[in-house]
């Protein structure tokens, strides 16, 4: 790296340091990711920020706790590829988790500098996400320590975030792991979810490649629950399984309409288009309705993820359609803020009732209604209620429903053995994942319904730990 | 690693019959259910009936009909080539039990789909009556492996050049005027043959059961794409059929969602250029 350059004097306040980005006008039209990452210069500026608590909060606002104020010291030094193998010692998706956890609720919120109000917290994603493609790009992975094989043999259900990550601590502590995925690419949501433009397929795959070079088997085209059942895992010799299959079972609003062309549950246009790579149709030959106008019914971050990639696929126009106000999304801030830059519309406290079609069975419209907010609910947010005569028509050709999913019940339906909550989540004990069947585990969405990455991989790594202790007994 | 193809061959114009290597999947497989591949890299997922299975041998058969891009590549992957994914056994098997008399229909290539499951009712002590039409001699497929299982088989063509001349509706209609005694019908083929028969049946009250082949994606229950209307209600096909009772199907829904993407279906259709062998 260049050597004139030297981090600011400790004294001279450095504010926070944006990370350079594609402009909106130019990324709406491409399916690149659209933050470029730090330089090293901006990195170790940035680096120079954190004062190196004695007693760092921000590891507690991390459900993995890494080794934060270590990990942004060594960057600070210009000791990137140090700082990205730091942090690899309690995170094993560096280069994921920069891209896509709410830093802002988590790590970064219980930042010093941040709490003093008068200044911004150091930007611990950012400075994560640059260390870890740093060694990526400039070193390679390396081989860890590994402990002597045990000879046990653990199953993995789901390549999602909670299984790579059980995958990865597994397969160190000496097990022999092997990952069962039903889908023809590992990777689980990261893969199928989240788009390109969010998280680069190459960067999955390259953590996917290390696991296996770690020697993790993985199983593409196994549906467990379907091609194998977990009783029938046992009997081929795998001493415990992990289940973590995910939040895979789409919701819908159940208005009139809803089955007509042109509706898609977020899942499958996001599918559609990432995993299928139906953007690129007819090179790939998945293809996908490119609608000029599109809603997107929802205020969560696949919602954000749909309406953005809809622009993408060429649309005019694509709203958020969302029925409480701003303050209730459960969007990240920074995803409301792209979505809002590449001009996507928001249609807040507003509610669909019906989706209306033309008569080869396409949307049309959708008749929606205005809404205000009451006394608060159950979640503690306030409901949101009708306001009457407000009823009015939006016309549009494509409606994706990102209302939320539930837990993918092929595994519960064929596992009577594990007990399951009313909402159909698999029951686990929460500092070890262990479930009501002996020997089986289960972490991430499937047991909490959907929630982010980080707490999959924090699952994971927490049952690997468990797992580990049972298989040495 | 993809899977290898072991056999192939044409059944009729357009129709292929296929064994391909899936040992896990011929292991696991019952009647009624499917598999979902990708014939390359850039492939769509499609679902396809299992017609058969050895689970001796590790393989399993597939019989489809070349109608769109997917089928054409499939169509053109040599014997020893490989497909570079399947998943399966996927869906719920069918509901096998002793009902008395069975009739099962196959229409076109949805023969290829009731074969197994009339072999797995009539090894379950009903009494199989089978009727299997197509639109020409040509068309008609499984004639033999059909008249095996079946105590009785009745064969048409729509334009009369093999047999009994008309509708498979047509002779299910006769049998029940004769006064033959059904206790439940399978119907499986193109939807306005699944739609017809079930109007014939529903008029004299006698189940009968579809086998649905909506668009899919996944076929693991995630994306929603199958849905189907069934009794009032959304079903995913993947997860909670592929059959259903066929009194209770929007076939008008079904036939309208099989239609999402014609233009594109045309486009790679007539794009599709065969490597050279």
């Known amino acids: ?473 | 690693m993809g899977n290898k193809i072991i056999k192939k061959e044409n059944l009729a114009k357009e129709v292929v019959r296929m064994v391909v290597e899936a040992p896990e999947i011929a292991a696991k497989r019952k009647p009624g259910q499917f598999i979902i591949l990708r014939v390359n890299e850039n492939g769509e997922r499609i679902p396809l009936t299992i017609s058969d299975a050895d689970p001796g041998a590790g393989t399993i058969t597939l019989i489809f009909q070349v109608v769109g891009k997917t089928t054409m590549l499939l169509r053109d992957v040599p014997e020893g080539g490989e497909i570079s994914d399947l998943a399966g056994p996927l869906g719920n098997p069918t509901h096998v039990d002793k009902y008395g008399v069975v009739c099962a229909i196959g229409g076109g290539v949805g023969t290829a789909v009731i074969y197994p499951i009339a072999k797995a009712l009539k090894e379950a002590g009903n009494q199989l009556i089978s009727i299997i039409g197509s639109r020409n001699k040509d068309l008609l497929i499984l004639t033999k492996e059909m008249g095996q299982i079946s105590d009785r088989l009745l064969v048409c063509t729509d334009d009369g050049s093999y047999q009994i001349h008309g509708f498979v509706t047509d002779v299910l209609k006769h049998l029940l005027e004769e006064g033959v005694h059904i206790d439940i019908v399978y119907a499986i083929g193109p939807l306005p043959m699944m739609r017809a028969v079930c109007e014939v049946t529903r008029a004299k009250g006698i189940k009968t059961i579809v086998s649905l082949n909506p668009i899919m994606i996944d076929g693991t229950g995630m994306c929603g794409g199958c849905r189907v209307g069934v009794g009032g209600e959304s079903k995913f096909t993947c997860v909670h059929g592929p059959e259903f009772d066929g009194h209770q199907v929007d076939f008008d829904l079904l036939a309208k969602r099989l239609r999402v993407y014609p233009s594109e279906e045309e486009k790679a259709r007539s794009s599709y250029q065969p490597k050279p062998k």
């Open chain 1, 1 to 473: 790296m260049n050597e004139e350059i030297k981090p600011s004097p400790s004294k001279v306040k450095t504010p926070r340091q944006k990370m350079p980005e594609q402009d909106a006008s130019a990324r709406t039209r491409n399916f690149q990711e659209v933050p470029f990452g730090y330089t090293p210069e901006l990195a170790v500026r940035e680096a120079s920020r954190c004062v190196q608590c004695k007693k760092p909060k921000c590891i507690e606002g991390c459900p993995v706790n890494v080794s934060i104020p270590a990990f942004i010291k060594l960057i600070k030094e210009e000791k990137f590829t140090e700082a990205a193998r730091k942090i690899k010692e309690e995170n094993s998706l560096p280069a994921v988790c920069g891209r896509v956890c709410p830093q802002e609720e988590q790590c970064e919120s219980f930042c010093i500098l941040g709490a003093k109000g008068k200044d911004q917290p150091v930007a611990i994603g950012n400075l994560e996400r640059f260390a870890a493609d740093w060694e990526r790009e400039h070193e390679g992975f390396i081989i860890p320590e590994m402990a002597k094989p045990t000879g046990k043999k653990v199953a993995i259900v789901g390549s999602g975030p909670a299984g790579l990550t059980a995958a990865g601590d597994l397969i160190r502590r000496g097990h022999e792991v092997t990952i069962f995925e039903a889908l023809h690419k590992a990777g689980g949501v990261l893969v199928y979810g989240i788009p390109e433009f969010r998280l680069p397929k190459a960067i999955v795959q390259a953590e996917v490649d290390y696991l296996k070079k770690l020697g993790v088997r993985v199983f593409l085209n196994r549906i467990v629950g379907r091609s194998v059942t977990i009783p029938e895992l046992f009997a081929q010799g795998y001493g415990a399984v992990f289940v973590g299959s995910g939040a895979g079972a789409p919701q819908f609003m159940n208005i009139p309409g809803e089955n007509l062309n042109g509706v898609f549950s977020a899942n499958e246009y996001l599918t559609r288009s990432n995993l299928m790579k139906a953007y690129a149709f007819p090179d790939y030959d998945t293809p996908i309705i490119r609608g000029t106008r599109v809603a997107t019914i929802g205020g969560g971050n696949v919602a954000m993820d749909s309406a953005r990639t809809a622009l993408r696929l060429g649309a005019e126009t694509s709203a958020i359609i969302y029925r409480r106000s701003r303050t209730e999304m459960p969007a990240r801030a920074a995803e409301v803020h792209h979505a809002e830059e590449e001009g996507i519309k928001f249609e807040l406290l507003t509610l669909p009732v019906r989706i209306v079609g033309n008569d080869k069975g396409f949307v049309q419209a959708l008749e929606c209604v205005r809404m205000e907010l009451g006394e608060p609910d159950e979640s503690g947010r306030r409901r949101p209620v009708r306001v009457p005569g407000s009823e009015f028509t939006i016309e549009v050709d494509t409606v994706v429903v990102a209302i939320g999913n539930l837990p993918n019940p092929l595994i519960p339906d064929s596992t009577p053995e594990i007990k399951t909550s009313p909402r159909g989540t698999i029951i686990a004990e929460t500092d070890t994942g262990l479930t009501s069947m002996p020997g089986v585990f289960a972490g991430g969405d499937i047991v909490t319904g959907a929630a982010t990455v980080i707490l999959a991989m924090g699952a994971g790594k927490a049952s690997a730990r468990a797992i580990d202790r049972m298989l040495k007994q």
